[in-house]
């Protein structure tokens, strides 16, 4: 990994404060959902949010791998 390469680790609190103000736009749209698509390791937690916020039941995931050189610029 980079030298350069940042993160940032947020508070559950965020977390569900950042998918409530989602959910809020998600609402107040003219679109609607009925499957929630989660990115395994770090989108569950958001994406579960996300369902019950807009009483959505259906959740599915992903798995997203990189390999050398996939968290270079």
Not at 33 to 62: K, M
């Amino acid at each position: 990994m980079e030298k350069d390469f940042t993160a940032r680790i947020i508070s559950l609190d965020e977390v569900y404060k950042t998918t409530f103000e989602l959910a809020q736009d998600i609402m107040n749209s003219a679109i609607s959902f009925d499957i929630v698509i989660a990115t395994a390791r770090g989108g569950f937690l958001p994406a579960r949010l996300i369902c019950d916020f807009l009483n959505i039941e259906r959740l599915t995931s992903i798995q997203i791998k990189h390999y050398q050189g996939g968290a270079k610029k």
